[in-house]
C-alpha cells in the first residue's frame, strides 16, 4: 500500500526554489514524508513535505562485496584472481590474504617491496603492496651520502634483489611496472603470493614503514597481510594487486636452508622433500587435479545410486593372482620388545662382563697365592676357593645371558604359530577392496569402495607403488556388458568434470609437460569407446611388425603395456575395451564363459598410459566357482566367508577397480606414477 502512495506522490512532484523536489499530497486522506522517508497522516488540509535525498553511503558500503573464508578469517585468493575480470571488479576492496611468496623483488633503495601471493587456491597471482621502513631500508639497500655507485648499479640507481621459486612451471618476477602519475616505485619489492586455492598467484606491494622487506622476500616465506585491492600498474599482466596496510603474521624461511629453490628442480630431487613440493606449481597443481577427479568420482556414483562403502585396509584373504602381500603381525614386534626389555632389564652389560671376570682372575690369583704359603690354615685356602667358585659360575651365567634371546617368535610343528598372533591368525594388507564390497552389493544392490591398497612391488620403475589408491565400485544383478557400460561413462564423466572445472591446472600441465593433455581428455569424454574380444585384439596386433614390440604377441599371453597402449594410441586412436580373455589368465572368481575356455573380464585401455580399468561379471554359481579354486590349487579356507555369498542368495553381479594414481598420470601427462600420489610408497621409501 505504501508504495501506491509514494508512486501517487511522484506524480505529484514538483520542485521548490531551493532546487529541493517536493510532493504535492491534496487526498482526502492526509499524508506528509518524514525525513526519514516514512508517510504518515497530516494534520494540515493541504501539505508540502521536502523530500530528504537518501543518504551518501559510506565507504565500508561503497566497496565491492568479497567472499571471506568461512573457516578462516581471509579472502582466498581464487576468489579475486578467478573472477571472469581477473579481480578488477575488487578493486577498492578491503581484504586479508595469506599464502606462501613464490618469488620477490625489491626494485630502488627507498619505500616499497612488491610481492605475489598465492594461497593454493588457483593458478594465478594476486600483488600486494607494503610499505618500507627507514631502518629496515638501510639493512636492504646500501645508503652512500658520497654519491658513489651503490651495488645493484648506478649512482644512487634502483637496486634490484630478486628471490623467487622456479620449479617446474612457477612463475617468475615480473618486470617492474611502469610509473604511474601519482605511484612511485621508488624502494618496492615484489612477492607473488600463493594460497594453494589456485595456480595463480596474488601480487603484493609492500611498505618498509609496515615490515622489513629482507623478512618478506624469501621464498617460502609465509605472510598474513590486511591490505586495500588496487588496480595493477600498468605493464603488468595482473588486473589487481594488494596494497598491504599491516602484516599480521610473517613465516621466516633462511634461503640458505630452504630446498625448494627459485631454479627448475627437476621432479625426481623434489621426491626427496615430499612434504615440501606442494608448494612448488607442479605439484600443487596436481594436488587439485587429483582432489578434482576424487570429487567427480563420488559425484558420478551418488548421482547414480550408489551406496559408499568402507572396506577394511587388514584382511585375512591374501587376494589370488596379485602375488605377495604386506603381512600384518605383532609377532615379532612383541619378540623384539620383549628381548629390549630382557637387555634393559636383566642383562649384563660390557662393563658388568669385564668386571666379573677380573674379580675371577684376582681371586685366583689369591688362591694360588695363599697355596703357596705355609702360613694359611686349610680352612682359609678352601673359603677362597669356594668363593671363586661362585665368581665363577656367576660369569658363565652372565656372558649365557649375553647371548641368549629370552623371548623367540612362538613355533608350532616347525612353522610360526599365528594363533599367538594378534588377530589369531595370518592377517594381511589389503591388495584390493572388492571381495569385502562385494558382499555388500549383494545386499543394497549398487555400491562403490575408494580407499588405498598396497602390494610389495619389488620394483622401482615408474608404474609401481607399494600403496596405491583404487576406486571398486560392484553392482548387482548385473552382466559384464553392464560393468563396460559403467566402465566408459565413468571415465568420460571424470574427464569431462576436469575440462569443466580444473581447466587453468590442466592448462599449467598441458604446457609444462604433455601439450596432448587437454586433448586426450576431450577424445575420453566425447568419444564411444571401441569394444574388441581379446582374440581379435591379439590378431590386431599380430598383423604390426614386429620390430615395433619388444614382446611377441602370442594367444593366450597377458597383454604387456606397450600391446595396450599401441591399441588405443595407433590403432583405434580412442580408448578400447577388450574383454573376454582366457580363463587361465584370470582368478577364480571370474564368472566362466559358455564355451569354458574364456571369462567375463574386461579391460580398458586408453593413451598414454594402457590399462586403467580392470573388472569382470563375478561368478555366482557355487559350484562352478568351488571348482576353480580347486583347479588352481587353493585353499578353500581363507574363501569360505566369500563363497557364503553363493550358498545364501547368490546373485548375478559385476564390478571393475580402476587406478587412482594412474588416471592421474593420464590427466596430467606426467610419466612417473611416484609424482601422482603426494606421499608415495615404493621398495626403499617409506619417509616421511
Same mark, same amino acid.
Given at each position: 500500500?505504501?508504495?501506491?502512495?509514494?508512486?501517487?506522490?511522484?506524480?505529484?512532484?514538483?520542485?521548490?526554489?531551493?532546487?529541493?523536489?517536493?510532493?504535492?499530497?491534496?487526498?482526502?486522506?492526509?499524508?506528509?514524508?518524514?525525513?526519514?522517508?516514512?508517510?504518515? +497522516?497530516?494534520?494540515? +488540509?493541504?501539505?508540502?513535505?521536502?523530500?530528504?535525498?537518501?543518504?551518501?553511503?559510506?565507504?565500508?558500503?561503497?566497496?565491492?562485496?568479497?567472499?571471506?573464508?568461512?573457516?578462516?578469517?581471509?579472502?582466498?585468493?581464487?576468489?579475486?584472481?578467478?573472477?571472469?575480470?581477473?579481480?578488477?571488479?575488487?578493486?577498492?576492496?578491503?581484504?586479508?590474504?595469506?599464502?606462501?611468496?613464490?618469488?620477490?623483488?625489491?626494485?630502488?633503495?627507498?619505500?616499497?617491496?612488491?610481492?605475489?601471493?598465492?594461497?593454493?587456491?588457483?593458478?594465478?597471482?594476486?600483488?600486494?603492496?607494503?610499505?618500507?621502513?627507514?631502518?629496515?631500508?638501510?639493512?636492504?639497500?646500501?645508503?652512500?651520502?658520497?654519491?658513489?655507485?651503490?651495488?645493484?648499479?648506478?649512482?644512487?640507481?634502483?637496486?634490484?634483489?630478486?628471490?623467487?621459486?622456479?620449479?617446474?612451471?612457477?612463475?617468475?618476477?615480473?618486470?617492474?611496472?611502469?610509473?604511474?602519475?601519482?605511484?612511485?616505485?621508488?624502494?618496492?619489492?615484489?612477492?607473488?603470493?600463493?594460497?594453494?586455492?589456485?595456480?595463480?598467484?596474488?601480487?603484493?606491494?609492500?611498505?618498509?614503514?609496515?615490515?622489513?622487506?629482507?623478512?618478506?622476500?624469501?621464498?617460502?616465506?609465509?605472510?598474513?597481510?590486511?591490505?586495500?585491492?588496487?588496480?595493477?600498474?600498468?605493464?603488468?599482466?595482473?588486473?589487481?594487486?594488494?596494497?598491504?596496510?599491516?602484516?599480521?603474521?610473517?613465516?621466516?624461511?633462511?634461503?640458505?636452508?630452504?630446498?625448494?629453490?627459485?631454479?627448475?628442480?627437476?621432479?625426481?630431487?623434489?621426491?626427496?622433500?615430499?612434504?615440501?613440493?606442494?608448494?612448488?606449481?607442479?605439484?600443487?597443481?596436481?594436488?587439485?587435479?587429483?582432489?578434482?577427479?576424487?570429487?567427480?568420482?563420488?559425484?558420478?556414483?551418488?548421482?547414480?545410486?550408489?551406496?559408499?562403502?568402507?572396506?577394511?585396509?587388514?584382511?585375512?584373504?591374501?587376494?589370488?593372482?596379485?602375488?605377495?602381500?604386506?603381512?600384518?603381525?605383532?609377532?615379532?614386534? +612383541?619378540?623384539?620388545?620383549?628381548?629390549?626389555?630382557?637387555?634393559?632389564?636383566?642383562?649384563?652389560?660390557?662393563?658388568?662382563?669385564?668386571?666379573?671376570?677380573?674379580?675371577?682372575?684376582?681371586?685366583?690369583?689369591?688362591?694360588?697365592?695363599?697355596?703357596?704359603?705355609?702360613?694359611?690354615?686349610?680352612?682359609?685356602?678352601?673359603?677362597?676357593?669356594?668363593d671363586l667358585q661362585r665368581s665363577k659360575e656367576l660369569l658363565s651365567k652372565l656372558e649365557e645371558k649375553f647371548?641368549?634371546?629370552?623371548?623367540?617368535?612362538?613355533?608350532?610343528?616347525?612353522?610360526?604359530?599365528?594363533?599367538?598372533?594378534?588377530?589369531?591368525?595370518?592377517?594381511?594388507?589389503?591388495?584390493?577392496?572388492?571381495?569385502?564390497?562385494?558382499?555388500?552389493?549383494?545386499?543394497?544392490?549398487?555400491?562403490?569402495?575408494?580407499?588405498?591398497?598396497?602390494?610389495? +612391488?619389488?620394483?622401482?620403475?615408474?608404474?609401481?607403488?607399494?600403496?596405491?589408491?583404487?576406486?571398486?565400485?560392484?553392482?548387482?544383478?548385473?552382466?559384464?556388458?553392464?560393468?563396460?557400460?559403467?566402465?566408459?561413462?565413468?571415465?568420460?564423466?571424470?574427464?569431462?568434470?576436469?575440462?569443466?572445472?580444473?581447466?587453468?591446472?590442466?592448462?599449467?600441465?598441458?604446457?609444462?609437460?604433455?601439450?596432448?593433455?587437454?586433448?586426450?581428455?576431450?577424445?575420453?569424454?566425447?568419444?564411444?569407446?571401441?569394444?574388441?574380444?581379446?582374440?581379435?585384439?591379439?590378431?590386431?596386433?599380430?598383423?604390426?611388425?614386429?620390430?615395433?614390440?619388444?614382446?611377441?604377441?602370442?594367444?593366450?599371453?597377458?597383454?604387456?603395456?606397450?600391446?595396450?597402449?599401441?591399441?588405443?594410441?595407433?590403432?583405434?586412436?580412442?580408448?578400447?575395451?577388450?574383454?573376454?580373455?582366457?580363463?587361465?589368465?584370470?582368478?577364480?572368481?571370474?564368472?566362466?564363459?559358455?564355451?569354458?575356455?574364456?571369462?567375463?573380464?574386461?579391460?580398458?585401455?586408453?593413451?598414454?598410459?594402457?590399462?586403467?580399468?580392470?573388472?569382470?561379471?563375478?561368478?555366482?554359481?557355487?559350484?562352478?566357482?568351488?571348482?576353480?579354486?580347486?583347479?588352481?590349487?587353493?585353499?578353500?579356507?581363507?574363501?569360505?566367508?566369500?563363497?557364503?555369498?553363493?550358498?545364501?542368495?547368490?546373485?548375478?553381479?559385476?564390478?571393475?577397480?580402476?587406478?587412482?594414481?594412474?588416471?592421474?598420470?593420464?590427466?596430467?601427462?606426467?610419466?612417473?606414477?611416484?609424482?601422482?600420489?603426494?606421499?608415495?610408497?615404493?621398495?626403499?621409501?617409506?619417509?616421511?
Amino acid at each position: 500500500m505504501s508504495q501506491e502512495i509514494m508512486a501517487k506522490d511522484l506524480e505529484n512532484m514538483t520542485i521548490n526554489p531551493s532546487g529541493n523536489s517536493v510532493a504535492e499530497t491534496n487526498y482526502p486522506e492526509k499524508l506528509m514524508i518524514t525525513p526519514s522517508g516514512n508517510m504518515v +497522516e497530516s494534520t494540515g +488540509e493541504h501539505h508540502h513535505q521536502e523530500l530528504t535525498p537518501p543518504p551518501t553511503p559510506t565507504k565500508a558500503q561503497q566497496a565491492p562485496r568479497v567472499d571471506w573464508a568461512n573457516y578462516s578469517k581471509r579472502v582466498v585468493i581464487k576468489k579475486i584472481v578467478g573472477r571472469p575480470d581477473g579481480g578488477a571488479g575488487l578493486v577498492g576492496a578491503a581484504v586479508t590474504i595469506g599464502g606462501w611468496v613464490k618469488s620477490g623483488r625489491e626494485v630502488g633503495k627507498t619505500s616499497f617491496a612488491f610481492l605475489d601471493l598465492n594461497e593454493g587456491s588457483c593458478p594465478p597471482n594476486v600483488q600486494a603492496r607494503v610499505p618500507l621502513c627507514l631502518r629496515s631500508l638501510m639493512r636492504l639497500v646500501v645508503g652512500n651520502t658520497n654519491g658513489n655507485p651503490t651495488p645493484g648499479g648506478g649512482n644512487g640507481g634502483a637496486e634490484e634483489k630478486t628471490s623467487g621459486n622456479g620449479d617446474h612451471g612457477s612463475a617468475t618476477a615480473e618486470a617492474a611496472p611502469n610509473p604511474t602519475p601519482g605511484r612511485t616505485i621508488a624502494g618496492q619489492a615484489h612477492l607473488q603470493l600463493n594460497d594453494g586455492s589456485c595456480s595463480t598467484n596474488l601480487q603484493v606491494v609492500v611498505d618498509a614503514s609496515v615490515a622489513p622487506l629482507n623478512q618478506l622476500t624469501p621464498t617460502g616465506t609465509s605472510i598474513l597481510v590486511e591490505g586495500v585491492l588496487r588496480k595493477a600498474a600498468e605493464g603488468t599482466k595482473k588486473n589487481v594487486e594488494l596494497k598491504v596496510e599491516k602484516v599480521l603474521q610473517v613465516g621466516t624461511v633462511d634461503p640458505a636452508k630452504y630446498p625448494i629453490s627459485r631454479t627448475r628442480l627437476p621432479l625426481e630431487f623434489l621426491r626427496n622433500y615430499v612434504h615440501l613440493r606442494p608448494r612448488t606449481n607442479t605439484f600443487s597443481s596436481v594436488a587439485r587435479i587429483r582432489n578434482a577427479l576424487a570429487y567427480a568420482t563420488h559425484t558420478f556414483y551418488q548421482n547414480h545410486g550408489f551406496l559408499y562403502v568402507h572396506t577394511p585396509i587388514i584382511t585375512t584373504s591374501n587376494f589370488p593372482s596379485t602375488g605377495e602381500a604386506f603381512q600384518v603381525t605383532t609377532l615379532f614386534s +612383541e619378540a623384539d620388545k620383549a628381548e629390549w626389555e630382557f637387555r634393559a632389564l636383566r642383562q649384563p652389560t660390557d662393563a658388568d662382563l669385564l668386571d666379573t671376570r677380573n674379580a675371577v682372575t684376582q681371586k685366583t690369583k689369591r688362591v694360588l697365592d695363599l697355596k703357596k704359603s705355609n702360613k694359611e690354615s686349610k680352612a682359609t685356602i678352601d673359603a677362597a676357593i669356594e668363593d671363586l667358585q661362585r665368581s665363577k659360575e656367576l660369569l658363565s651365567k652372565l656372558e649365557e645371558k649375553f647371548r641368549s634371546k629370552l623371548v623367540k617368535v612362538p613355533e608350532k610343528d616347525g612353522r610360526i604359530d599365528y594363533s599367538r598372533d594378534f588377530f589369531s591368525r595370518q592377517a594381511y594388507l589389503t591388495v584390493s577392496g572388492q571381495f569385502h564390497v562385494e558382499s555388500y552389493a549383494c545386499a543394497l544392490s549398487s555400491v562403490y569402495t575408494f580407499g588405498p591398497t598396497f602390494r610389495p +612391488e619389488l620394483s622401482q620403475s615408474t608404474r609401481h607403488l607399494a600403496e596405491y589408491w583404487t576406486v571398486e565400485p560392484e553392482i548387482a544383478f548385473a552382466d559384464l556388458e553392464d560393468g563396460m557400460n559403467c566402465a566408459e561413462d565413468y571415465l568420460k564423466f571424470i574427464c569431462q568434470w576436469l575440462l569443466d572445472n580444473c581447466i587453468d591446472d590442466m592448462k599449467f600441465m598441458s604446457k609444462q609437460f604433455d601439450k596432448n593433455a587437454i586433448d586426450r581428455l576431450r577424445q575420453v569424454a566425447s568419444t564411444p569407446f571401441a569394444r574388441i574380444t581379446y582374440n581379435e585384439a591379439i590378431e590386431l596386433l599380430k598383423k604390426v611388425p614386429e620390430r615395433k614390440f619388444e614382446i611377441k604377441v602370442e594367444m593366450g599371453m597377458d597383454l604387456a603395456p606397450e600391446h595396450e597402449r599401441y591399441l588405443p594410441e595407433e590403432i583405434f586412436k580412442k580408448p578400447v575395451i577388450v574383454y573376454n580373455y582366457p580363463k587361465e589368465n584370470r582368478p577364480f572368481y571370474v564368472r566362466l564363459n559358455d564355451d569354458g575356455k574364456t571369462v567375463a573380464s574386461m579391460e580398458v585401455l586408453v593413451p598414454k598410459i594402457g590399462g586403467v580399468i580392470s573388472g569382470s561379471q563375478r561368478e555366482e554359481r557355487y559350484e562352478v566357482i568351488e571348482k576353480r579354486i580347486q583347479e588352481l590349487g587353493l585353499s578353500k579356507e581363507p574363501y569360505e566367508w566369500y563363497l557364503d555369498l553363493r550358498r545364501f542368495g547368490t546373485v548375478k553381479h559385476t564390478g571393475f577397480g580402476l587406478g587412482f594414481e594412474r588416471t592421474v598420470l593420464f590427466a596430467t601427462g606426467l610419466d612417473s606414477i611416484k609424482d601422482a600420489i603426494p606421499f608415495p610408497r615404493a621398495q626403499g621409501r617409506a619417509h616421511p
